[in-house]
């Protein structure tokens, strides 16, 4: 007696097979299922011989089916497979859809940070109307043998003959918007530059990721639009940075055509002259994975050429003494080192931080590359990473740790920037590796830009606004001003500057240090220097505004407090970033 079927079993259908005999079923035996097998139990019983034992428990008559596969004799015909991706498909060099979106992504960087720059907006900074009105004295002198009103070179921190002549041709012509915009090129110029060697040194992705983060710092949009050395000088030195990376695998001699250029930049600001180290220790660590050996005399050729040329300009010009009191003999200040650490900080944390963890990874992992030829590359060893990254990243800190020396925050902010040009190729790494392979995280790098920029437009927008604005304080002394009077002022640049037509930079007396005799042939110096000349009514012009030298201000003007000489003529208010002041203006009244 065998059991009876619970269900029905059909036949399966199989709608890709072409012929029904493609798939069929089969039974315990392997056989091919019959008739019978669907039979009823009567029927069962007449062929119950034919089924064999299956000694498998209480169901052991029950038989069993399982799916066979028929191989079909086909026609032989191409079949499809899936192609493995070839090694070329992951290259490594620079094609052409590759350099047009990088430049794209350069192109839309640059206009960013051109328009950070042309933002800004205030009268002229005391520094850009001192170099802009040495400037123009200068080439008057040059062209037409004018006597200089004082002597530039003695005390400028560049020499008075490259930059601020420049400018001044530019400001003779578009003004100081023009002068500013010449500023806004030098600084788009590096950052190109510092994109194209980045690039040398690493890839496309750090190159770019290192521009973006260069231009938003408070340093590279401030310098971008203020017509002082200091644009000009970061320009030269990335323009010379450039030649020694890009001259790596070339002949040992080529890269001797970075030394004029910076010694150039040393020219135009003597405080660049603080990093010309960085650019010769670059020449040995470019070329070293090329040249090896070959890679020292690289160096030491370099180091000959910039030392060389550098005698000869010292020696054969009177530049020395202004290298001496600007920069090497320079007088120190009274602002602590934490005041100077966190202004630091401040102004360039933020990157040296990205630059120090770039650099970290770099010299854990060398490849710069997703590809998998990258892995059959000889990367350089992780002592030679360690070099890199540690010289890019020191060089940023030289200019907080030469200030700290000195004592002084002034025109730290600019000298950070110097310093940050250097630290951006191994911050750019530092992004790449936080976004990871394919850009896995892309939200990281786009935070920490982000980061940047929101700092960098907060922070230039204060520095722009510490100054405050002199247009109506022009106008008012305008009238009161000729060739021969004699004026005291805090900012005298500023008033020289915008009225040179009228007056020259020998009629002014500034707030910082004074020596004069009276008419009796007593000789004074210091605070009683201008006590005693206000009280015989030296000057025919006093313009005080509180904020330059406050101290000496209100020494000043104490003495002008019921001083028969002298009658208040304006009180202008004005408003800056610390808050609100006013310009003072007193005239001589007999």
Known sequence: MTSRHDHYAPQPYDPYSE??????????????????????????????????????????????????VVQQHEPDEPGYEVPETPEVGWDMTAGRRRAWVSRAVLLCILAVQTVLSLRLSNTAFQDEALYLAAGHAELQHLLHGTPLPINYAAYFSG????????????????????ARTLSLFFMLCTTGLLYSFTRR?????????????????????????????????????ALATWIVVRTDRAPVAAVLLAAPVAVLAVGVKYAAGLYLPTIVGLALLTAWPHKRAKA?????????????????????TDLLAGVQQTTTNRNHGSDTAAFLLQRSAQWG??????????????????????????????????????????LLCGTAVLAPAYQIHLGTVVSLFKHVGFGLLFAA??????????????????????MLWTAMLCLGISQADWRFGVWPNSSQMIKTIASHVDSKGHYLSSTPEVPVYYLRNKTSHRQWQSVFGMEYTSRKGKHYSGDE?????????????????????????????????????YRLLADLPFRNSSGTGRYRIWIKSA
């Open 529 to 565: 220097a201008y006590r005693a000349a206000l009280r015989e009514g030296e000057f025919n012009l006093v313009v005080l505004d509180g904020l330059t030298n406050p101290r000496v201000d209100d020494i000043i003007a104490g003495a002008l407090k019921g001083n028969p000489h």
């Open 201 to 237: 040194m690493f890839n496309e992705r750090a190159a770019l990721a290192a521009a973006a983060l260069f231009a938003v710092v408070q340093s590279t949009v401030v310098m971008g639009y203020f017509a002082t050395y200091d644009a000009a000088a970061v320009f030269l030195l």
């Open 159 to 178: 020499s008075p003959q490259m930059y601020p002549v420049l400018a001044a041709i530019v400001d003779g012509r578009f003004g100081l918007a023009g």
């Open 296 to 316: 020292l005399w690289r160096m030491v050729l370099l180091a000959c050429g910039i030392g060389g040329i550098l005698a000869v300009g010292v020696y054969t």
């Open 425 to 446: 190729p191994m911050a750019g790494v530092g992004v790449t590796r936080l976004m990871g392979a394919h850009f896995r995280y892309p939200q990281l790098g786009i």
């Open 349 to 390: 944390g933020l990157m040296l931080l990205t630059a120090v963890g770039g650099a970290i990874s770099y010299i854990r992992r060398s490849r710069m590359y997703e590809s998998p030829l990258a892995r059959r590359l000889d990367n350089p060893g992780w002592r030679y990473r360690a070099l890199l990254g540690l």
């Open 19 to 68: 012929e029904e005999s493609a798939v069929t079923w089969l039974n315990s035996n392997g056989q091919p299922p019959q008739q019978n097998d669907y039979a009823c139990d009567d029927q069962q019983e007449q062929y119950a011989p034919a089924v064999p034992e299956q000694p498998h428990g209480r169901h052991d008559d029950q038989p069993t089916y399982a799916l066979r």
